[in-house]
Protein backbone atom coordinates (compact mmCIF):
# COMPACT_ATOMS: atom_id res chain seq x y z
CA UNK A 1 0.00 0.00 0.00
CA UNK A 2 2.72 2.30 0.97
CA UNK A 3 4.39 1.47 -2.67
CA UNK A 4 0.68 1.86 -4.27
CA UNK A 5 0.78 5.59 -2.33
CA UNK A 6 3.93 6.90 -3.44
CA UNK A 7 3.91 5.77 -6.56
CA UNK A 8 0.59 7.42 -7.51
CA UNK A 9 1.61 10.56 -5.68
CA UNK A 10 5.22 10.59 -7.85
CA UNK A 11 3.67 9.67 -10.67
CA UNK A 12 0.84 12.36 -10.91
CA UNK A 13 2.80 15.13 -10.06
CA UNK A 14 5.44 14.36 -13.15
CA UNK A 15 2.70 13.72 -14.73
CA UNK A 16 1.73 16.82 -14.95
CA UNK A 17 4.86 18.77 -15.35
CA UNK A 18 5.64 16.54 -18.08
CA UNK A 19 1.82 16.68 -19.50
CA UNK A 20 1.83 20.61 -19.75
CA UNK A 21 5.29 21.06 -22.05
CA UNK A 22 3.92 17.73 -24.34
CA UNK A 23 0.78 19.12 -24.43
CA UNK A 24 2.07 22.78 -25.67
CA UNK A 25 4.56 20.83 -27.66
CA UNK A 26 1.98 18.98 -29.42
CA UNK A 27 -0.38 22.11 -29.99
CA UNK A 28 2.39 24.08 -31.84
CA UNK A 29 3.30 20.71 -33.95
CA UNK A 30 -0.10 20.00 -34.73
CA UNK A 31 -1.27 24.06 -35.50
CA UNK A 32 2.43 24.72 -37.21
CA UNK A 33 3.33 21.38 -38.62
CA UNK A 34 6.43 20.44 -37.20
CA UNK A 35 8.65 19.04 -34.03
CA UNK A 36 10.01 22.19 -32.60
CA UNK A 37 13.12 21.33 -30.62
CA UNK A 38 13.35 25.02 -29.18
CA UNK A 39 10.11 24.16 -27.38
CA UNK A 40 11.85 22.96 -24.11
CA UNK A 41 13.19 26.33 -23.74
CA UNK A 42 9.83 28.20 -23.13
CA UNK A 43 9.85 25.52 -20.25
CA UNK A 44 13.18 26.14 -19.56
CA UNK A 45 12.72 29.83 -19.45
CA UNK A 46 9.69 29.26 -17.09
CA UNK A 47 11.21 27.15 -14.54
CA UNK A 48 14.75 29.67 -14.40
CA UNK A 49 12.20 33.40 -14.31
CA UNK A 50 10.13 31.60 -11.61
CA UNK A 51 13.37 29.93 -9.49
CA UNK A 52 15.06 33.45 -9.97
CA UNK A 53 11.88 35.97 -9.25
CA UNK A 54 11.07 33.72 -5.91
CA UNK A 55 13.45 35.56 -3.90
CA UNK A 56 12.23 38.95 -4.25
CA UNK A 57 8.22 38.25 -4.99
CA UNK A 58 5.89 35.94 -3.86
CA UNK A 59 6.06 32.58 -5.44
CA UNK A 60 2.39 32.50 -7.49
CA UNK A 61 3.33 36.29 -8.99
CA UNK A 62 6.85 34.74 -10.41
CA UNK A 63 5.30 31.90 -11.78
CA UNK A 64 2.48 34.46 -13.59
CA UNK A 65 5.93 36.69 -14.67
CA UNK A 66 7.87 33.53 -16.12
CA UNK A 67 4.75 32.30 -18.08
CA UNK A 68 3.60 35.54 -19.64
CA UNK A 69 7.16 36.13 -20.34
CA UNK A 70 7.65 32.86 -21.67
CA UNK A 71 4.61 33.43 -24.10
CA UNK A 72 5.62 36.63 -25.68
CA UNK A 73 9.12 34.94 -26.34
CA UNK A 74 7.49 32.27 -27.74
CA UNK A 75 5.24 35.17 -30.22
CA UNK A 76 8.84 36.72 -31.16
CA UNK A 77 9.92 33.50 -32.55
CA UNK A 78 7.71 32.86 -34.13
CA UNK A 79 7.61 36.52 -35.56
CA UNK A 80 11.17 36.58 -35.61
CA UNK A 81 12.70 33.27 -37.27
CA UNK A 82 9.65 30.87 -37.71
CA UNK A 83 6.78 32.65 -40.12
CA UNK A 84 10.11 33.19 -42.42
CA UNK A 85 10.11 29.70 -43.41
CA UNK A 86 6.69 28.66 -43.15
CA UNK A 87 6.98 27.20 -46.71
CA UNK A 88 10.78 25.53 -46.12
CA UNK A 89 10.57 21.67 -45.73
CA UNK A 90 9.99 20.38 -42.42
CA UNK A 91 13.59 18.88 -42.32
CA UNK A 92 15.05 22.93 -42.42
CA UNK A 93 12.61 23.76 -39.96
CA UNK A 94 13.73 21.48 -37.48
CA UNK A 95 17.32 22.19 -37.58
CA UNK A 96 16.40 25.57 -37.03
CA UNK A 97 14.47 25.64 -34.41
CA UNK A 98 17.58 22.79 -32.80
CA UNK A 99 20.00 26.10 -33.91
CA UNK A 100 17.08 28.12 -31.52
CA UNK A 101 17.74 25.96 -28.80
CA UNK A 102 21.35 26.01 -28.74
CA UNK A 103 21.69 29.75 -29.01
CA UNK A 104 18.71 30.29 -26.02
CA UNK A 105 21.32 27.83 -23.59
CA UNK A 106 23.84 30.03 -24.53
CA UNK A 107 22.04 32.97 -23.55
CA UNK A 108 20.37 31.45 -20.03
CA UNK A 109 23.59 30.00 -19.57
CA UNK A 110 25.44 33.13 -20.00
CA UNK A 111 23.03 35.30 -17.64
CA UNK A 112 22.61 32.91 -15.34
CA UNK A 113 26.18 30.75 -14.58
CA UNK A 114 26.75 27.65 -14.33
CA UNK A 115 25.36 26.56 -10.75
CA UNK A 116 22.16 24.99 -10.51
CA UNK A 117 19.71 27.21 -8.50
CA UNK A 118 16.64 25.72 -5.79
CA UNK A 119 13.42 27.18 -4.95
CA UNK A 120 13.39 26.87 -1.18
CA UNK A 121 9.86 26.70 0.18
CA UNK A 122 7.09 24.70 -0.05
CA UNK A 123 7.56 22.94 3.20
CA UNK A 124 4.67 21.13 4.95
CA UNK A 125 2.18 18.87 3.67
CA UNK A 126 0.22 15.52 5.23
CA UNK A 127 0.84 12.46 5.31
CA UNK A 128 -1.32 9.70 3.54
CA UNK A 129 -1.25 5.87 4.69
CA UNK A 130 2.87 6.21 5.82
CA UNK A 131 3.31 7.95 3.03
CA UNK A 132 4.69 12.11 3.61
CA UNK A 133 2.38 13.96 0.53
CA UNK A 134 4.06 17.74 0.39
CA UNK A 135 1.49 20.88 -0.02
CA UNK A 136 3.54 21.78 -3.44
CA UNK A 137 2.59 17.98 -4.67
CA UNK A 138 -1.13 19.25 -4.19
CA UNK A 139 -0.65 22.21 -5.74
CA UNK A 140 1.10 20.75 -8.51
CA UNK A 141 -1.71 18.22 -9.25
CA UNK A 142 -4.43 20.80 -8.47
CA UNK A 143 -3.17 23.44 -11.32
CA UNK A 144 -2.42 20.20 -13.44
CA UNK A 145 -5.72 18.97 -13.45
CA UNK A 146 -7.40 22.41 -13.68
CA UNK A 147 -5.48 23.54 -16.56
CA UNK A 148 -5.77 20.66 -18.69
CA UNK A 149 -9.72 20.06 -18.16
CA UNK A 150 -10.08 24.50 -19.14
CA UNK A 151 -7.84 23.56 -22.51
CA UNK A 152 -9.96 20.80 -23.44
CA UNK A 153 -13.15 23.15 -22.83
CA UNK A 154 -11.39 25.75 -24.69
CA UNK A 155 -10.49 23.79 -27.94
CA UNK A 156 -13.68 21.68 -27.90
CA UNK A 157 -16.33 24.10 -27.06
CA UNK A 158 -15.47 28.01 -27.70
CA UNK A 159 -15.13 29.93 -30.41
CA UNK A 160 -11.66 30.33 -30.05
CA UNK A 161 -10.60 26.67 -29.87
CA UNK A 162 -12.58 26.23 -33.08
CA UNK A 163 -10.44 28.50 -34.62
CA UNK A 164 -7.26 27.32 -33.67
CA UNK A 165 -8.45 23.95 -34.94
CA UNK A 166 -10.00 25.31 -38.18
CA UNK A 167 -6.54 27.08 -38.71
CA UNK A 168 -4.42 23.63 -37.90
CA UNK A 169 -6.38 21.33 -39.98
CA UNK A 170 -6.42 24.19 -42.99
CA UNK A 171 -5.01 27.63 -43.33
CA UNK A 172 -6.41 28.40 -46.67
CA UNK A 173 -10.08 27.10 -46.32
CA UNK A 174 -10.17 29.06 -42.68
CA UNK A 175 -8.32 32.06 -44.32
CA UNK A 176 -11.12 31.84 -47.37
CA UNK A 177 -13.74 32.16 -44.38
CA UNK A 178 -12.33 35.01 -43.32
CA UNK A 179 -10.31 33.78 -40.55
CA UNK A 180 -7.33 35.63 -40.11
CA UNK A 181 -4.84 32.70 -39.82
CA UNK A 182 -1.87 34.91 -38.70
CA UNK A 183 -3.31 35.85 -35.50
CA UNK A 184 -4.75 32.31 -34.82
CA UNK A 185 -1.04 31.04 -35.25
CA UNK A 186 0.32 34.25 -33.04
CA UNK A 187 -2.33 33.36 -30.47
CA UNK A 188 -1.43 29.30 -30.56
CA UNK A 189 2.26 29.91 -30.23
CA UNK A 190 1.24 32.65 -26.90
CA UNK A 191 -0.54 29.54 -25.45
CA UNK A 192 2.11 27.02 -26.65
CA UNK A 193 4.79 28.84 -24.73
CA UNK A 194 2.89 29.88 -21.53
CA UNK A 195 1.83 26.07 -20.93
CA UNK A 196 5.11 25.13 -21.27
CA UNK A 197 6.52 27.68 -18.71
CA UNK A 198 3.84 26.71 -16.15
CA UNK A 199 5.03 23.32 -16.96
CA UNK A 200 8.15 24.16 -16.78
CA UNK A 201 8.06 26.41 -13.75
CA UNK A 202 6.24 23.49 -11.44
CA UNK A 203 9.30 21.60 -12.32
CA UNK A 204 11.62 23.60 -11.38
CA UNK A 205 10.45 24.47 -7.74
CA UNK A 206 10.96 20.66 -7.35
CA UNK A 207 14.16 20.14 -8.75
CA UNK A 208 17.59 21.53 -9.04
CA UNK A 209 17.21 24.16 -12.18
CA UNK A 210 20.54 24.55 -14.39
CA UNK A 211 21.21 26.00 -17.75
CA UNK A 212 20.93 22.83 -19.81
CA UNK A 213 17.26 22.32 -18.16
CA UNK A 214 15.92 22.12 -21.34
CA UNK A 215 18.20 19.86 -22.92
CA UNK A 216 17.39 17.41 -20.18
CA UNK A 217 13.60 17.26 -20.75
CA UNK A 218 14.22 17.50 -24.15
CA UNK A 219 13.99 13.56 -24.60
CA UNK A 220 11.08 13.02 -21.40
CA UNK A 221 9.17 15.51 -23.68
CA UNK A 222 9.66 13.96 -27.35
CA UNK A 223 8.68 10.39 -25.21
CA UNK A 224 5.84 11.76 -24.07
CA UNK A 225 4.33 12.98 -27.18
CA UNK A 226 5.63 10.26 -29.84
CA UNK A 227 4.18 8.13 -27.20
CA UNK A 228 0.78 9.62 -26.99
CA UNK A 229 1.01 10.31 -30.92
CA UNK A 230 2.69 13.42 -32.36
CA UNK A 231 -0.15 16.17 -32.98
CA UNK A 232 -3.00 14.77 -30.64
CA UNK A 233 -3.31 16.76 -27.69
CA UNK A 234 -4.87 14.53 -25.01
CA UNK A 235 -1.90 12.04 -26.62
CA UNK A 236 0.37 13.88 -25.08
CA UNK A 237 -1.16 13.97 -21.90
CA UNK A 238 -2.23 10.27 -22.00
CA UNK A 239 1.90 9.72 -23.01
CA UNK A 240 3.06 11.41 -19.61
CA UNK A 241 0.88 9.86 -17.84
CA UNK A 242 2.25 6.64 -19.31
CA UNK A 243 6.20 7.45 -19.12
CA UNK A 244 5.60 8.82 -15.82
CA UNK A 245 4.05 5.97 -13.90
CA UNK A 246 5.77 3.35 -15.99
CA UNK A 247 8.92 5.05 -15.01
CA UNK A 248 7.70 5.82 -10.94
CA UNK A 249 6.59 1.66 -11.06
CA UNK A 250 9.88 0.47 -12.74
CA UNK A 251 12.62 2.50 -10.46
CA UNK A 252 10.39 1.33 -7.47
CA UNK A 253 10.54 -2.09 -8.23
CA UNK A 254 12.78 -4.25 -6.52
CA UNK A 255 14.58 -6.09 -9.38
CA UNK A 256 16.51 -7.64 -6.87
CA UNK A 257 13.87 -9.77 -5.08
CA UNK A 258 14.25 -12.23 -8.08
CA UNK A 259 17.97 -13.35 -6.55
CA UNK A 260 17.30 -12.06 -2.87
CA UNK A 261 19.11 -9.10 -3.01
CA UNK A 262 18.18 -5.48 -3.25
CA UNK A 263 18.68 -4.00 -6.97
CA UNK A 264 16.57 -1.29 -8.03
CA UNK A 265 17.23 0.76 -10.96
CA UNK A 266 19.79 3.79 -10.68
CA UNK A 267 17.73 7.11 -10.92
CA UNK A 268 20.43 8.41 -13.58
CA UNK A 269 19.13 5.72 -16.05
CA UNK A 270 16.09 7.33 -16.02
CA UNK A 271 15.72 8.70 -19.16
CA UNK A 272 17.09 5.44 -20.55
CA UNK A 273 14.05 3.97 -19.21
CA UNK A 274 11.70 6.55 -20.78
CA UNK A 275 13.58 5.76 -23.71
CA UNK A 276 13.42 1.93 -23.95
CA UNK A 277 9.42 2.74 -22.86
CA UNK A 278 9.24 4.53 -26.23
CA UNK A 279 10.65 1.76 -28.25
CA UNK A 280 8.47 -0.86 -27.12
CA UNK A 281 5.34 1.43 -27.69
CA UNK A 282 6.85 2.46 -31.71
CA UNK A 283 7.52 -0.73 -32.24
CA UNK A 284 4.17 -1.82 -31.84
CA UNK A 285 2.05 1.84 -33.12
CA UNK A 286 4.83 3.27 -34.60
CA UNK A 287 2.46 6.66 -35.01
CA UNK A 288 1.76 6.37 -31.05
CA UNK A 289 -1.03 5.66 -28.70
CA UNK A 290 -3.81 7.89 -29.87
CA UNK A 291 -1.80 8.96 -33.30
CA UNK A 292 -3.54 8.28 -36.80
CA UNK A 293 -0.80 6.17 -38.79
CA UNK A 294 0.15 7.79 -42.13
CA UNK A 295 1.64 6.06 -44.75
CA UNK A 296 5.50 5.45 -45.37
CA UNK A 297 7.55 4.00 -48.03
CA UNK B 1 33.75 20.11 -27.75
CA UNK B 2 36.62 22.33 -28.45
CA UNK B 3 36.81 22.39 -32.35
CA UNK B 4 40.61 23.61 -31.66
CA UNK B 5 43.33 23.44 -29.21
CA UNK B 6 43.74 26.42 -26.97
CA UNK B 7 45.46 28.25 -29.03
CA UNK B 8 46.86 30.47 -26.18
CA UNK B 9 50.55 31.09 -27.10
CA UNK B 10 50.76 28.57 -29.72
CA UNK B 11 52.86 29.39 -32.97
CA UNK B 12 51.19 29.83 -36.12
CA UNK B 13 52.19 26.74 -37.80
CA UNK B 14 50.71 24.74 -34.53
CA UNK B 15 47.48 26.34 -34.94
CA UNK B 16 47.23 25.82 -39.15
CA UNK B 17 48.60 22.10 -38.42
CA UNK B 18 45.52 21.63 -35.44
CA UNK B 19 43.09 23.75 -37.61
CA UNK B 20 43.56 21.61 -40.93
CA UNK B 21 43.66 18.04 -39.10
CA UNK B 22 39.79 19.32 -37.79
CA UNK B 23 39.12 20.38 -40.75
CA UNK B 24 39.87 16.51 -41.90
CA UNK B 25 38.05 15.21 -38.55
CA UNK B 26 34.76 17.40 -39.34
CA UNK B 27 34.92 16.37 -42.62
CA UNK B 28 34.39 13.45 -42.09
CA UNK B 29 31.63 13.45 -40.09
CA UNK B 30 29.98 16.40 -42.65
CA UNK B 31 30.32 13.83 -45.60
CA UNK B 32 28.81 11.21 -43.70
CA UNK B 33 25.87 13.24 -42.69
CA UNK B 34 25.94 14.72 -46.42
CA UNK B 35 25.81 11.02 -47.56
CA UNK B 36 22.46 10.53 -45.33
CA UNK B 37 20.74 14.07 -45.12
CA UNK B 38 22.21 15.88 -48.48
CA UNK B 39 21.93 12.79 -50.68
CA UNK B 40 19.32 9.93 -48.98
CA UNK B 41 16.97 12.62 -47.36
CA UNK B 42 17.78 11.02 -43.76
CA UNK B 43 17.58 13.34 -40.49
CA UNK B 44 19.79 12.55 -38.49
CA UNK B 45 19.93 14.16 -35.34
CA UNK B 46 21.85 12.23 -33.68
CA UNK B 47 24.81 11.96 -36.13
CA UNK B 48 27.18 13.17 -33.34
CA UNK B 49 27.01 9.40 -31.88
CA UNK B 50 28.95 7.92 -35.25
CA UNK B 51 31.58 10.19 -33.97
CA UNK B 52 31.21 8.90 -30.59
CA UNK B 53 31.28 5.41 -30.89
CA UNK B 54 34.46 5.62 -32.96
CA UNK B 55 36.34 7.61 -30.35
CA UNK B 56 34.97 5.21 -27.29
CA UNK B 57 36.03 2.19 -29.28
CA UNK B 58 39.25 3.53 -29.21
CA UNK B 59 39.04 4.75 -25.78
CA UNK B 60 37.27 1.07 -24.32
CA UNK B 61 39.89 -0.68 -25.91
CA UNK B 62 43.17 1.07 -24.67
CA UNK B 63 41.54 1.36 -21.14
CA UNK B 64 41.36 -2.70 -21.30
CA UNK B 65 45.18 -3.07 -22.38
CA UNK B 66 44.26 -4.10 -26.18
CA UNK B 67 46.16 -2.77 -29.25
CA UNK B 68 45.17 0.22 -31.00
CA UNK B 69 43.57 -1.99 -34.25
CA UNK B 70 40.83 -3.56 -31.60
CA UNK B 71 40.05 -0.24 -30.74
CA UNK B 72 40.19 1.08 -35.09
CA UNK B 73 38.29 -2.25 -35.57
CA UNK B 74 35.63 -2.61 -33.14
CA UNK B 75 34.68 1.48 -34.13
CA UNK B 76 34.26 0.69 -37.47
CA UNK B 77 32.25 -1.90 -37.12
CA UNK B 78 30.24 -0.55 -33.96
CA UNK B 79 30.05 2.48 -36.18
CA UNK B 80 28.54 0.81 -38.99
CA UNK B 81 26.71 -1.30 -37.04
CA UNK B 82 24.44 1.47 -35.20
CA UNK B 83 23.80 2.70 -38.62
CA UNK B 84 22.06 -0.36 -39.73
CA UNK B 85 20.04 -0.76 -36.44
CA UNK B 86 19.29 2.66 -37.19
CA UNK B 87 18.01 2.26 -40.34
CA UNK B 88 15.50 -0.55 -39.43
CA UNK B 89 12.95 1.65 -37.68
CA UNK B 90 12.77 4.18 -40.73
CA UNK B 91 10.99 1.66 -42.32
CA UNK B 92 7.77 2.19 -39.83
CA UNK B 93 8.14 5.95 -38.92
CA UNK B 94 7.37 9.16 -40.27
CA UNK B 95 10.69 11.19 -41.44
CA UNK B 96 10.53 13.40 -37.95
CA UNK B 97 9.53 10.69 -36.12
CA UNK B 98 12.56 8.99 -36.94
CA UNK B 99 14.28 12.48 -36.39
CA UNK B 100 13.94 12.33 -32.88
CA UNK B 101 14.26 8.49 -32.50
CA UNK B 102 17.74 9.55 -33.86
CA UNK B 103 18.19 12.39 -31.39
CA UNK B 104 17.51 9.41 -28.54
CA UNK B 105 20.43 7.13 -29.93
CA UNK B 106 22.62 9.62 -29.57
CA UNK B 107 21.17 10.84 -25.86
CA UNK B 108 21.08 6.98 -24.78
CA UNK B 109 24.82 6.20 -25.75
CA UNK B 110 26.11 9.52 -23.92
CA UNK B 111 23.96 7.81 -20.73
CA UNK B 112 25.31 4.61 -20.62
CA UNK B 113 29.29 5.90 -21.32
CA UNK B 114 28.67 8.64 -18.40
CA UNK B 115 27.36 6.03 -15.83
CA UNK B 116 29.07 2.63 -16.83
CA UNK B 117 32.16 3.53 -15.34
CA UNK B 118 34.09 0.34 -16.61
CA UNK B 119 33.80 1.25 -20.04
CA UNK B 120 35.81 3.87 -20.49
CA UNK B 121 36.36 5.76 -16.69
CA UNK B 122 32.66 6.77 -16.94
CA UNK B 123 31.83 10.86 -16.57
CA UNK B 124 35.81 11.64 -15.69
CA UNK B 125 37.14 10.28 -19.13
CA UNK B 126 39.47 8.31 -20.41
CA UNK B 127 43.03 9.87 -20.51
CA UNK B 128 46.31 9.02 -22.41
CA UNK B 129 45.10 7.49 -25.31
CA UNK B 130 48.01 6.56 -27.74
CA UNK B 131 48.48 9.69 -29.72
CA UNK B 132 49.65 8.88 -32.95
CA UNK B 133 52.34 10.69 -35.21
CA UNK B 134 50.65 13.72 -36.88
CA UNK B 135 51.90 12.33 -40.70
CA UNK B 136 50.36 9.38 -39.86
CA UNK B 137 47.25 11.59 -38.85
CA UNK B 138 47.46 13.37 -42.06
CA UNK B 139 47.80 10.84 -44.40
CA UNK B 140 44.61 8.95 -42.97
CA UNK B 141 42.38 12.13 -43.27
CA UNK B 142 43.69 13.72 -46.36
CA UNK B 143 43.20 9.69 -47.89
CA UNK B 144 39.80 8.89 -46.46
CA UNK B 145 38.39 12.70 -47.55
CA UNK B 146 40.04 12.86 -50.82
CA UNK B 147 38.66 9.24 -51.42
CA UNK B 148 35.46 10.01 -49.88
CA UNK B 149 35.28 13.11 -52.03
CA UNK B 150 35.73 11.62 -55.42
CA UNK B 151 33.57 8.43 -54.18
CA UNK B 152 30.20 10.44 -53.37
CA UNK B 153 30.25 12.33 -56.32
CA UNK B 154 30.63 9.29 -58.61
CA UNK B 155 27.91 7.54 -56.51
CA UNK B 156 25.29 10.31 -56.92
CA UNK B 157 25.65 9.75 -60.83
CA UNK B 158 25.41 5.76 -61.21
CA UNK B 159 22.12 4.00 -60.41
CA UNK B 160 22.51 3.41 -56.51
CA UNK B 161 22.96 7.80 -56.24
CA UNK B 162 19.59 8.25 -58.27
CA UNK B 163 17.68 5.87 -55.99
CA UNK B 164 18.51 7.73 -52.83
CA UNK B 165 18.40 10.78 -54.05
CA UNK B 166 15.13 9.56 -55.43
CA UNK B 167 14.21 8.48 -51.96
CA UNK B 168 15.20 11.16 -50.86
CA UNK B 169 13.09 13.25 -52.91
CA UNK B 170 9.93 10.95 -52.66
CA UNK B 171 10.48 7.75 -50.91
CA UNK B 172 6.53 6.55 -51.80
CA UNK B 173 7.38 7.01 -55.36
CA UNK B 174 10.80 4.84 -54.93
CA UNK B 175 9.04 2.19 -53.23
CA UNK B 176 6.45 1.94 -56.03
CA UNK B 177 8.99 1.57 -58.48
CA UNK B 178 9.91 -1.67 -56.87
CA UNK B 179 13.58 -0.79 -55.02
CA UNK B 180 13.24 -1.19 -51.41
CA UNK B 181 13.58 2.13 -49.91
CA UNK B 182 14.59 0.09 -46.50
CA UNK B 183 17.67 -1.54 -48.17
CA UNK B 184 19.22 1.75 -49.63
CA UNK B 185 18.56 3.16 -46.04
CA UNK B 186 20.86 0.80 -44.53
CA UNK B 187 23.31 0.76 -46.94
CA UNK B 188 23.61 5.03 -46.46
CA UNK B 189 23.48 4.41 -42.64
CA UNK B 190 25.72 1.61 -42.67
CA UNK B 191 28.61 3.43 -44.87
CA UNK B 192 27.92 6.60 -43.00
CA UNK B 193 28.22 5.11 -39.52
CA UNK B 194 31.36 3.75 -40.13
CA UNK B 195 32.85 6.84 -41.88
CA UNK B 196 31.89 9.14 -38.58
CA UNK B 197 33.10 6.76 -36.76
CA UNK B 198 36.68 7.47 -38.24
CA UNK B 199 36.72 10.51 -37.85
CA UNK B 200 35.73 9.56 -34.04
CA UNK B 201 38.87 7.27 -34.10
CA UNK B 202 40.98 9.71 -35.36
CA UNK B 203 40.02 12.25 -33.25
CA UNK B 204 40.43 9.79 -29.88
CA UNK B 205 44.16 9.25 -31.08
CA UNK B 206 44.93 12.90 -31.62
CA UNK B 207 43.17 14.60 -28.77
CA UNK B 208 44.43 11.37 -26.41
CA UNK B 209 41.29 12.09 -24.25
CA UNK B 210 37.57 10.99 -24.13
CA UNK B 211 35.03 12.47 -22.26
CA UNK B 212 31.47 12.69 -22.75
CA UNK B 213 31.03 15.97 -22.80
CA UNK B 214 32.66 16.21 -25.99
CA UNK B 215 29.59 14.61 -27.82
CA UNK B 216 26.28 16.52 -27.23
CA UNK B 217 23.99 17.58 -29.32
CA UNK B 218 25.99 21.12 -30.40
CA UNK B 219 28.07 19.09 -32.31
CA UNK B 220 25.62 17.57 -34.24
CA UNK B 221 24.31 21.16 -35.37
CA UNK B 222 28.01 22.50 -36.00
CA UNK B 223 27.71 19.53 -38.93
CA UNK B 224 24.67 20.63 -40.22
CA UNK B 225 25.79 23.95 -39.98
CA UNK B 226 28.83 23.07 -42.12
CA UNK B 227 26.83 20.91 -44.49
CA UNK B 228 24.18 23.45 -45.08
CA UNK B 229 26.54 26.36 -45.20
CA UNK B 230 28.53 24.65 -47.61
CA UNK B 231 25.77 23.13 -50.22
CA UNK B 232 23.87 20.09 -49.04
CA UNK B 233 24.32 17.18 -51.85
CA UNK B 234 27.12 18.66 -53.15
CA UNK B 235 30.48 16.92 -51.56
CA UNK B 236 32.66 19.56 -52.81
CA UNK B 237 30.58 22.49 -51.08
CA UNK B 238 30.63 20.49 -47.81
CA UNK B 239 34.57 20.87 -47.38
CA UNK B 240 33.84 24.33 -48.16
CA UNK B 241 31.38 24.75 -45.02
CA UNK B 242 33.84 22.74 -43.26
CA UNK B 243 37.04 25.01 -43.85
CA UNK B 244 35.05 27.68 -42.93
CA UNK B 245 33.33 26.91 -40.06
CA UNK B 246 36.73 26.00 -38.69
CA UNK B 247 38.20 29.05 -39.89
CA UNK B 248 35.71 31.44 -37.79
CA UNK B 249 36.59 29.17 -34.78
CA UNK B 250 40.07 29.42 -34.87
CA UNK B 251 39.13 33.04 -35.98
CA UNK B 252 37.18 33.61 -32.71
CA UNK B 253 39.94 32.63 -30.61
CA UNK B 254 42.09 35.26 -31.66
CA UNK B 255 39.11 38.30 -31.41
CA UNK B 256 40.16 40.58 -28.76
CA UNK B 257 37.88 39.98 -26.45
CA UNK B 258 39.12 41.26 -23.24
CA UNK B 259 35.84 40.57 -20.93
CA UNK B 260 35.64 36.74 -22.72
CA UNK B 261 37.01 34.42 -20.88
CA UNK B 262 37.43 30.11 -21.20
CA UNK B 263 33.79 29.07 -20.77
CA UNK B 264 32.13 32.46 -21.65
CA UNK B 265 34.29 32.49 -25.34
CA UNK B 266 32.48 28.62 -25.94
CA UNK B 267 29.34 29.94 -25.35
CA UNK B 268 29.99 32.80 -27.63
CA UNK B 269 30.71 30.31 -30.25
CA UNK B 270 27.84 28.37 -29.52
CA UNK B 271 25.65 31.80 -30.40
CA UNK B 272 27.11 32.43 -33.10
CA UNK B 273 27.27 28.73 -34.56
CA UNK B 274 23.67 28.81 -33.83
CA UNK B 275 23.00 32.06 -35.51
CA UNK B 276 24.71 31.55 -38.60
CA UNK B 277 23.02 28.38 -39.17
CA UNK B 278 19.28 30.42 -38.86
CA UNK B 279 20.30 32.88 -40.81
CA UNK B 280 21.52 30.83 -43.82
CA UNK B 281 18.24 28.17 -43.62
CA UNK B 282 16.37 31.61 -43.61
CA UNK B 283 18.31 33.77 -46.28
CA UNK B 284 20.41 30.69 -48.67
CA UNK B 285 18.74 27.62 -48.09
CA UNK B 286 21.20 25.93 -50.87
CA UNK B 287 24.01 26.97 -49.52
CA UNK B 288 27.28 28.43 -50.98
CA UNK B 289 27.59 25.76 -53.73
CA UNK B 290 24.12 23.92 -54.18
CA UNK B 291 24.10 20.47 -55.54
CA UNK B 292 24.47 20.49 -59.12
CA UNK B 293 21.77 18.46 -61.07
CA UNK B 294 23.24 15.58 -62.76
CA UNK B 295 22.73 16.26 -66.22
CA UNK B 296 22.87 12.71 -68.85
CA UNK B 297 24.00 12.85 -72.38
CA UNK B 298 20.85 12.53 -74.84
CA UNK B 299 20.19 9.42 -76.15
CA UNK B 300 18.83 8.76 -79.34
CA UNK B 301 19.09 10.95 -82.23
CA UNK B 302 18.90 13.75 -79.52
CA UNK B 303 22.78 13.39 -79.48
CA UNK B 304 23.54 14.06 -83.05
CA UNK B 305 20.54 16.86 -83.23
CA UNK B 306 22.49 19.04 -80.51
CA UNK B 307 25.77 19.02 -82.52
CA UNK B 308 24.32 19.38 -85.96
Same mark, same amino acid.
Given at each position: ?83 ? !? ?38 ? %??? !? ?13 ? !? ?19 ? !? ?34 ? %?????IQIPVDPLFGQQILIPM ?23 ? %? ?51 | ?23 ? &? ?18 ? $? ?21 ? *? ?11 ? /? ?27 FIIIVTNVSWLANGSLG ?37 ? &????? *? *? ?12 ? $? ?27 ? *?? $? ?24 ? /? ?67
Amino acid at each position: MTTFVSIVAVGLVYAVQLGLIALSFSITYRAIGFANFAHVQFAAVGATVTVALAYVIPIWLSVIVAVFAAGLLAVGADLLIFRR !IRQAPIGTKMIVSAGLLLLTQAAIQFLWGVNPRIYAGGTG %GIT !IAGVSIGYDQIVIVG !IGAVVFAAFHQIMKNTAAGRL !IRATADSPELAESRGVNSGLVVTQVWFLAGALAALG %GALLGIQIPVDPLFGQQILIPMFAATVLGGLGSPMGAIAGALVLSF %GQAALLDINFGSFLGRVWHVPSQYQSVLQFLLLIAVLAVRPWGLFGTSRERA | MGTVRNVAGAGVSEVAQSTLIFVG &IYGMLALSLNLQYGLTGLLN $FGQVVFFAVGGYAVAVAYAHHLP *DWAGIAGGLVAGA /GLGIGMALPSRRLAEEFWALLSLGVAAFFIIIVTNVSWLANGSLGEYGITLWPTPAIAIVLAGALASLTVGTELVRKVQFGRV &IRGIR *D *DALLVQSLGRSVLR $FRTAVLGASGAIGALGGIVYAHWITYINP *DA $FGLSVTLLVFTMVLLGGSGNSYGVLV /GVALMQLLSVGLQYLPFQAVTGGDLALLQQAIYAIALMLLLIFRRQGLLPERTVTYPRAGLGRWVRRA
